[in-house]
Structure formats: C-alpha cells, structure tokens
C-alpha cells in the first residue's frame, strides 16, 4: 500500500510540474519539417507536372486531341476516336483535374507570394492559372471563372462567365504578370522551376506570347489589332530557347506520358492517322519518317479515323505504323507553347494584317515556323530542299490555308492544341471519323454530370445562354 501511495504522490507532482512549466511548450514541441505556411515557390512544380500531365494523358492529349485532330489513330479500344467519351475522363482531368490541381494551386501559390511579397512568384502564378483557365474554357466554352473559389474560399456553386469574358479576364492576369516578371522584385527558385530554373525573363516571354496566342483565338470574334501591337512591344519568344516545357525524367513515374502508357504501359494501339500521313507525302515532308515507323512491311502506313470494327483486320498492331520513337522517349518534354506555333500565329497575323506588317513578313514567319519545327525534329539540314517541294513555299492566294496546315503539322503530339487550332481554323480538311457515334468532329467537350448536380442553377444558366450541352454546341469564338 505504501508503495502505491508513492507512487501516486509521484504522478501528482508530475503532473502539476507539466501544467506549471507548459510556458514556451509548443513552440518547443513545433516540428519544423512541418511548417505552418508553405513558401510560394513549393507549389509550382506539382502545378507544372499536373498541368503536363493532363495535357499529355493518353485519355485527353490522345484520345480527345491527336485522334479528333486526325493526327493520330487506334487500331483497338477506339470509342474516344469514334467520339464516344468517357464522362468520368472528361470530369476527373478536364474539369476537376485543371480546376483543383492547376488553378487552385495556382491561385494558392499567388496568395502565398502577395503575402511574401514576392512579385516573380506571384507573376509565375498568374500565368499558370491563366494557362489552366484557357485549357478549360476552350474544352468547354462557358466555365466558371470570377466565382470559381479556391482552396479555404471553395466555392460550391459558382455561375458560369461567358467564354468572352473568361479571357477578358485570363488577359488580364497576363498583364499583371508581365509586370510582376519584369520588376525582377522577389526570388524565383531554380530548383522548384521545372520548366525555366528560375529565369523570370523566360517566363516573361512565356506570359507574353501566349496573350498573343489568346488574342488570336478570339481575333474573328472582336477587333484584336491593337492589343496584339501592344503585345509585340514586351519581351516575347525570339527562338524555340524560349519554348515553354516541362522537362521530363527518363524513368517512370517521373517520364513523359506518352511514355509512360505507350512504353511503359505498352499501349501499342496507339498509330499515325493516314491523313497525316497523306498530308506528309503530298508534301515530301521529311517529318514522315521522325513521326511514325515503318510498319512491319517496312512502309509508313496510317489508320483512317474511327472504323468499330476493322474488317479482314485491314488496320491491326503490325500493318499500321507506330508513333514515332521520338515522341515516345521518357524524356520528350510536355511543350506548353513552341516559337514555332509562335511564327505560324505571326504568319497568319500578318496575313490578316492584324499587325504591322505585309506580305513578304508573313511569310518570313510562315518559313521562321517551318523551320524551327524541322529543327526540333532534328531535320534542319532538310529546309532548303523541302521548301523547294510543291505545296510549300509561300503562295499570298492559298497563304492561310499553308500557315494553318503547317502550323497542324508542327503540332503533332500536341494533341487538344492541336484540335483546338484546326476548330479555328478548319484546316486541313478533315471528314468525321468512319463510324462515328455522331455527324461532326467535336466542338467542345461536355460539362461533367456532377455539374447538374452539385451546381444546377448555373449549369442550366449557362446552358441557356450557350447552348445545349452537347459534343457538337459551337461556343463563342466558334460561333
């Protein structure tokens, strides 16, 4: 007994030395591999790996890209290529992907650097949310955008803006980031930069270029020339060292993709669309050879769009050609926007003299994009021959019709631009695909179903005003 009382008496007195002495205790006890705010410049890379790797998820880039651009083709598994989508795709990357995963983090890294007072920080913020924003409203036209809250401040039921003040609204954080960028006030960390390494100027250029790549998106709709001017007075892309890219790791989960699914994950169904490779002939594009391999009959051979069922296995694993081991490799980096497509946006500007600039400029830049992608396909020492070729020097009658087919080709791999650009432009010509679930290649993607759940009011608001939410609703700058 006398045991036990010592030992109560022990346990009292131990107690009452904690309460006494808890003055100071929790900032003893703070782990600081734990901190309590997270520095601004932490969150980019998730941001910029999120963002590569929605773009360049076989679901989206592939499927709901290069297939509905007719890049590329499936000799199996081909609904998404007969435009049968995946609901759940469509909500969990497209929607909830770019919206949780780019833009709140985006808009959290932003906040992060106003309190840090950080402005490079906070300019990198701006054009990665401004990037995930153009992302989804040219997927799906009208999106939430001024009520579209983030992280504490999650909004569940915010309205829909209309497509043409959601870029009224992107250009703008474009703006403020030039700013940011070019006071040079703040810290941008190299390691945590994975596409720049720190250089705040490149990501100037990377905000400026692609306000004009915005601008022409909606240059049919409204009067663009002035901004545009304005635009090409800041610091812009010069060379395809200014491209902005994620620079991937050679081994998974760290690779490309593409990689990752077709290689790795060994997705061979994955090939080249037969219009790309009629495209390429025509052209005697040299190209060809980099973007597939020969088949197993030693010929560079394409799949049509669509076809269900493929009759006497006319298209199968080995007749049709492969992607090409270039845009296969673990290390191809996530391209965001390229010099190249640059020069082709500046041909077609000239052209349309939306900028200062005439015939004979247009079509320098028409040749400056032709050959930085030849280049970046490793074919430079290939330009002066193959703009000898019928079909490619510059010609002022058919000028448009050669900036918009080039600029496709040089895109390839870059599956939603790449559809996205020839929605704008309807070059080249393309036919449904064969089997198709519906009449017309997709215009938009559908909202995601939890929309008219979650959030009906708006969804049906927006609805109303843009059209019925269908696969083939024209949006504003389509319209």
Partial sequence: ?????????????????????DKGFEEL??????????????????????????LYSTFVGSDMGSCWSQQWAKVNYEDEERYKVRASIIEGYCWKGMYADVIADAKAMEKLALEENNRLTRGVALVMQAYGFSLVTEWFGDVPFSEAGMGGDA???????????????????????????????????????????????????FANTLKFRLLMRVSGKVDVKIQLAEVLTRPVFTSSTDDAKLNYLSSYPNANPMFESLVYGSRFEYKINSKMVAVLNDLNDPRLEVYCEPNNSGEYRGKPAGINEVPNDEYNYDNVSAIGSLYTEATFPGLFLTYSEFMFLKAEAAKNQLIIGSETAAESFYEAGIFANLAFNGLADQYVAYMTHTGVPYNSTTALQQIAEQKWIALFSQGTESWTEWRRTGYPVLLPAIDAVISEIPSRLIYPGIEQSVNSAAYNAAVAVQGADLLTTKFWWLK
Avoid: E
């Avoid at 030992?7 to 030395?17: E, H, K, T, V």
């Avoid at 915010?158 to 703040?186: E, R, W």
């Fill in 1 to 21: 007994m006398k045991k036990i009382k010592i030992i109560i008496a022990a346990l009292i007195i131990g107690s009452l030395g904690f309460v006494g002495c």
């Fill in 29 to 54: 006890n703070k782990n600081p591999n734990q901190p309590t705010k997270v520095p601004s410049n932490l969150l980019l890379p998730d941001i910029q790996r999120y963002t590569g790797n929605y």
């Fill in 155 to 205: 909004n569940f039921s915010p309205k829909y803006d209309t497509q043409q003040d959601v870029y009224v609204g992107i250009f703008s954080m474009l703006d403020t980031a030039n700013v940011c960028l070019a006071s040079g006030d703040g810290t941008l960390d190299a390691v945590t930069d994975l596409m720049y390494g720190g250089n705040h100027l490149a990501w100037q250029k």
